[in-house]
């Protein structure tokens, strides 16, 4: 590409001249891309440390109040969505996820952290209007496809006969 | 006055008496912060919600700007205004309280310069005396509106931006003692197919490119006339990506110092901005905090500021529209 025209002066730019193919492959080329591989390290390990961390204390219900695996699961649930929350409202766990990424968005305290992130943001538009219809803003899609998903799950395990 | 197809040169340069700077904690802590009228320590500015904060933002830059001039709020003949909430309601109601006839403007981040262009035209061709263009930002109100909740945590690509919390007004009058505005390049739409609301610097680099060609080829100058040619929020990639189709299409552009606010109010090794800064208060309150500071300290004499604006809504990218860009410059000259 000539980089300039014979004579110096306003007079030799060339217009903008550029097919948005051409431009798109342009910038492409001057865009630093997303670390991909960095953050899937990341999140492996952020997200096996949460896992780990919920083990933890599935075990320590397990142990202190005898309870069955199965009964210790849902206080540790709640614990750990107590926790993603109170991280969110500290205003920490959007700094940690920008971070670890899938690794803090995955787990169910990311779940926690949508729906809390949500009513904080809304709660200027009232209870009803604010908190109440833009809770599940974000995380109305993970149940709606969820559910979804899980339909077919449930056809595909009955067809093959497969029961719990 | 009207100078090849969209620039005006002023046969009477309007002079900015006063403006006023006022920036959040972020910005604080950036290597401008000396430059700024006002740093608030918080982003909530003692305010219950973001919306209302960014308000305060405009007006404590509106009331600066004028007790710099030395104006009372009844001599403003107009407020030229504008920002990136729906239906510019920060503007709406700073001129609320500033009481004067209002024009409501929308042009994203290219607020700064479109309203400083139309107080500039309004002051020059004796329409009014005195006029204040003014614009804000908040970095929670525009994460609220156009991204996610803002504590919500999702992760930024690095060609994201950061969008600055702050405000710049600035008050135009025919006559007194400032730095003049000598000629405005109006943009027009310029749209190469980019569509990542995560990368606008590269969307809205053709933009700028495009506006200072026209302004370079209106006026019959060159970019060696100017000290400085600054672009509003292209940030670290949207930047060289401009600087480098100026070259490829036969701008010297070389011959002047080539920067971009974006890269300028953040500290882009240690604060964790992304590719830098963005937002109306952006270009505003560099143009007007920073920039003017230095044209009066006698480090610059002429500048054109472009400040770029990506004129893309929630709805229009959901609906996988593209991203439509827009750039205004205007040369200010002591």
Known sequence: ?164 | MLQGRRTWVFDKPPVIIGTGTVVGPDEGEGPLAGDFDLVHPDMTIQQPSWEKAERVLLEQASDIALSKAELSKDKVDFYVGGDLINQIISSTFAARTLGAPYIGVFGACSTSMETLALAALLVSSGAARHVMAGTSSHNCTAEKQFRYPTEYGSQKPPTAQYTVTGAGAAVVAAEGRGPRITAATIGRIVDLGLKDPFDMGSAMAPAAVDTIQAHLLETGREPGYYDMIVTGDLASVGHPIAADLLRRHGVPIAETEFSDCGTLIYDLAKQKVQAGGSGCACSATVTYGHLLKRMAQGELKRILVVATGALLSPLSFQQGESIPCIAHAVSIEQ
């Open chain 1, 1 to 164: 590409m000539a980089t300039k025209e014979a004579g110096r002066g306003p007079a030799s730019y060339k217009p903008l001249s550029m097919s948005p193919k051409e431009y798109q492959q342009f910038a492409k080329n001057r865009q630093p891309s997303r670390p991909v591989f960095a953050n899937c390290v990341k999140a492996f390990f952020v997200g096996g440390l949460i896992c780990l961390i919920g083990q933890g204390v599935q075990n320590f219900f397990a142990a202190a109040f005898d309870m069955s695996s199965k009964e210790a699961s849902n206080p540790t649930v709640a614990v750990m969505i107590l926790v993603s929350v109170i991280l969110t409202c500290l205003g920490v766990y959007d700094k940690i996820a920008q971070w670890a990424g899938a690794g803090t968005a995955v787990p169910v305290t990311g779940f926690a952290n949508s729906m809390c992130s949500a009513a904080i943001e809304h709660r200027s538009e009232g209870l009803v209007l604010g908190v109440g219809a833009n809770m599940f803003k974000l995380a109305g899609s993970v149940i709606v496809f969820g559910t979804v998903a899980a339909f077919f799950v449930g056809i595909v395990y009955w067809i093959l006969g497969v029961s719990h």
